[in-house]
């Protein structure tokens, strides 16, 4: 079945990168996504690929996709403590002629000032 | 553009009641598709509405139901709330599929 898998946790120091890894199973993706959630609020997109890019740049962050290793990542340069929050990775795929979002679990990165 | 906007955003039912929980799509989405989040399972897929129609559905009990209206609003109802049933509800909108999905703020459901 389609899984997606991250990191549970990730911590840094304000002011290094922060790389925040994905795996998934399905090699069917069209889009990709990457989400924040802050403490109590719902989830809001921060930026997006689709399965036929390797990389796209988008300010202070940077998605890769390597589709042969169902690998997605995202970097986020000159992390400030504003940053923390959990960071959920999704895949869109078409399966049994719907398409559907697979979620993954999430991971909490902790800023340290 | 408005967001996508959820009410209540809080919510506190006794067992054995019922909830409904309404979304407002950003204007123009037709597609909304709810979620239920809890610390322990995730995000979980409950179901997605396209121009009043369900289109998909995960795997959560009948007592779980939604509908779509003609202007893309929509509700979701959860009959004989269980404890288990405590968690933030998500909606999402997008224009359609495959299409990068919104999200609004959550309803909280606490059952005693």
């Known amino acids: 079945g389609e899984d997606v898998e991250q990191s549970l946790f990730l911590s840094v120091r304000e002011g290094d990168s922060s790389v925040i890894n994905c795996t998934y199973t399905?090699?069917?993706?069209?889009?990709l996504y990457w989400y924040k959630q802050e403490p109590g609020a719902g989830l809001q997109l921060l930026t997006y690929?689709?399965?036929?890019?390797d990389m796209k740049q988008d300010q202070r962050l940077t998605v890769l996709l390597n589709k042969k290793d169902k690998h997605l990542s995202l970097r986020i340069a000159d992390t400030q403590t504003g940053d923390s929050a959990i960071y959920f990775c999704?895949?869109?795929?078409?399966?049994?002629?719907?398409?559907?979002?697979?979620f993954g679990t999430g991971t909490r990165l902790k800023v340290l000032a | 553009k408005a967001g996508v906007t959820q009410t209540p955003r809080y919510l506190i039912k006794t067992r054995g009641q019922q909830v409904t929980l309404s979304c407002s799509p950003i204007?123009?989405?037709?597609?909304v598709s709810w979620y239920q989040q809890t610390p322990g399972q995730g995000l979980q897929f409950l179901f997605e509405?396209?121009?009043?129609?369900?289109?998909n559905k995960g795997n959560f009990p009948g007592r779980f139901s939604g509908r779509q209206f003609s202007n893309s609003r929509s509700e979701m109802n959860v009959s004989t709330l269980e404890l288990g049933d405590s968690a933030l509800y998500l909606c999402?909108?997008?224009?359609?599929?495959?299409?990068?999905?919104?999200f609004g703020p959550g309803t909280r459901l606490t059952v005693l």
């Open positions: 999402a909108s997008s224009l359609g599929v495959p299409d990068t999905q919104y």
């Open positions: 399905d090699s069917s993706s069209t889009y």
């Open positions: 690929i689709f399965s036929n890019m």
């Open positions: 999704a895949v869109g795929i078409f399966t049994s002629g719907t398409y559907k979002y697979i």
């Open positions: 204007s123009g989405h037709r597609s």
């Open positions: 509405y396209f121009s009043e129609t369900q289109r």
